[in-house]
């Protein structure tokens, strides 16, 4: 599973990762149908509690004025529940 940042013209991303450690800038790339996209991968995933993010527009060099978090669910790690299944109760 993978995390994409998709917005509708170019951008550069400045993001880090649980509480913005390990901050990098990154552009977009042209996801088409009008979207430009990021990609944080499964590897970074794994190993974090979050993402932080913002971005600038390519176009205008103006930057979004606002951060951004996702959370990311560390238990959906071991797979599917068995919570409903049949006898489970």
Do not use: Y
């Not at 790339?29 to 390519?58: C, K, M, P, Y």
């Amino acid at each position: 599973m993978a995390l994409i940042i998709a917005l509708p013209r170019a951008a550069r991303i400045h993001w880090g990762t649980n509480g913005w450690q390990n901050a990098a800038d990154d552009e977009t790339q042209d996801a088409g149908l009008g979207l430009h996209g990021f990609e944080v991968t499964e590897s970074v995933l794994s190993q974090v509690r979050s993402i932080n993010f913002t971005f600038q527009w390519r176009d205008t060099q103006d930057w979004v004025g606002k951060d951004f978090l996702v959370a990311i669910d560390g238990a959906n790690d071991a797979g599917p529940s068995n919570d409903d299944a049949p006898g489970s109760r």
